[in-house]
RNA sequence: GGAGAGAUGGCAGAGUGGUCGAAUGCGGCGGUCUUGAAAACCGUUAGGCCCGCAAGGGUCUCCUGGGUUCGAAUCCCAGUCUCUCCGCCA
């Protein structure tokens, strides 16, 4: 959510702003709403100080003289009642609109309009040339019977898979790995709810405009039976971690918080049919190890968060040896609520080419302002905090890359010595029976 | 799932229709005293919105949303959450 104020004073940037997120934000109705709004707020406030002058009157009076003021101010209450019904029906209306209102966005977000506009920053490593015929991790999995997504889309439907003996290992491995590294940098380990409340999803962003990537729980859809919880199972952990601290006023000194969320992601994935519908791409529930943070309200500083965040997962993927390139998200690739935005890519051998695994955003206070996260600054002023994330690691995406580049001649896979104590000591997966 | 109790400021806790945004205590902050500290004493101590260059002023908020009333923390309705007891259960 933006500062009200902005959209007002820096209309140009707003519209400018929205225009290059590809967004649709009608500002002018908006001002349209505010000006009502204000003008509203203006009479309803005299009018209910004219009502609180005479009620402390009202009490000491007595006989004829208190009849004729209570008569008085029926009329004055009618008009009052009338007045902020009006006044509730603009304010709703600007509310919504507030909430559609983009975020603004750095100078060093490349203009575009989709994923096709990023531009590459840089890239690690360099891709395995193979000498002899490489499989996919697809026929890896089945050779090995260690992801099974027949029998996956038999029990839950497309996009949905197993994970099985040393694969459903491997990944506990990775995430076990991941968070314990975040831990010893100072971040606080989260098992956050996955089943959260509308205003998680509205305080983080995803709500209003992501309803149809969400499952959700005993909410009315077109056509379905109402139900009485109002859930959402969360898309990523952001949701609760970022939300903790939802309407609390925390202290300068405390900050930032770096929080590291682990938990299962769930993605309804609408509008993709046909979309990379091989393999573990693209699927409904994964699990993903995410970075979280709160800090001062102060641009330099989220920037210097942003890159620690970058830093922190890419030497996980460096430590994976796994070669990645750095994008910079243009802006209509962007969120809504999103300042400034990096994707990490990882070389993904099957699909010859580098394929999304992370992605790193700063929002300065756009969550913030929804959820009502402040701190106490030096001079004793309240400021909302400014938020980022950045995926740590999200498996079994993660697994693309690695099984396809850590595969032998024999149809084995080695796994990373990283791994491999959270893996009891094993160094190879290979075939079993 | 059944029965009951409750939700008030950072915390504890009064207040059951009329100057109540709210007593009191604790905590926090500032000060007096002190070599320093403690104790004691004095003062101060929520947030949103609106008007205003500012000083300042108005308004809303006692879980949330409606309602009754000239007037609601207090009465009515709906919802949410918490606690206790019983049942069921990973």
């Known amino acids: ?108 977000t490349p203009e575009g309009k989709d994923d096709g506009d990023n531009v590459e920053l840089y890239t690690w490593g360099k891709p395995r040339s193979f000498e002899f015929e490489a499989k996919d991790h697809v026929q890896l999995g089945l050779d090995l019977d260690i992801i099974d997504i027949e029998r996956g889309v038999k029990i839950a439907g497309s996009r949905n898979y197993f994970l099985k003996g040393d694969g459903a290992l491997l990944e506990l491995a990775i995430l076990n790995y991941t968070l314990q590294k975040l831990v010893a940098k100072g971040f606080t380990a989260f098992l956050p709810p996955m089943l959260v409340k509308h205003e998680a999803m509205l305080g983080t962003g995803y709500f209003p405009g992501g309803e149809d990537q969400a499952y959700a729980l005993g909410v009315q859809r ?25 309407n609390e006023t925390l202290s300068e000194e405390e900050l930032p918080k770096l929080y590291a969320g682990y938990s299962y992601c769930f993605r309804r994935e609408a509008g993709t049919y046909g979309k990379d519908t091989h393999g573990l791409y693209r699927i409904h529930q994964f699990q993903k190890v995410e970075q979280v943070v709160l800090c001062k309200n102060d641009k330099e500083e989220s920037a210097k968060m942003h890159e620690f965040l970058l830093k922190n997962a890419e030497e996980v993927l460096q430590d994976l040896a796994l070669p ?27 699909r010859g080419s580098y394929g999304e695994t992370h992605s ?51 149809g084995s896979i080695t796994i990373p010595e990283v791994l491999q104590p959270y893996m009891g000591g094993k160094s190879k997966i290979t075939k079993t029976i």
């Open 1 to 108: 959510m933006l500062d009200p104020a902005i959209i007002i004073e820096q209309s140009d940037l707003i519209r400018e702003t929205a225009r290059k997120k590809g967004l649709s934000f009608d500002l002018d109705r908006f001002i349209e709403l505010d000006t009502k709004r204000r003008k509203l707020q203006v009479e309803a406030d005299k009018l209910r100080s004219q009502k609180n002058e005479a009620n402390g009157k009202i009490a000491k009076m007595e006989g004829e003289e208190r009849q004729a003021v209570i008569a008085e101010m029926k009329l004055v209450a009618d008009q009052e009642k009338t007045l902020s019904e009006d006044l509730r029906e603009v304010e709703k209306e600007w509310k919504i609109l507030l909430l559609q209102a983009p975020g603004l966005m750095s100078d060093k």
């Open 360 to 410: 790193c955003s700063t929002f300065l206070d756009f969550q913030a302002r929804r959820l009502n996260i402040k701190y106490k600054d030096a001079n004793g002023d309240k400021r909302f905090v400014h938020t980022l994330n950045n995926t740590c690691i999200a498996s079994p995406r993660i697994l693309i890359p690695l099984l396809e580049q850590y595969q032998n001649k024999d």
């Open 222 to 246: 077109p056509g379905e039976a109402i139900e009485s919880d109002d859930k959402y199972l969360i898309g990523t952990s952001e949701v609760s971690v970022a939300s903790y601290h939802k």
């Open 324 to 350: 990645y390139r750095v994008v910079a998200v243009c802006s209509g690739d962007m969120g809504q609520g999103q300042y400034y935005k990096n994707d990490i890519e990882t070389w993904m051998p099957s």
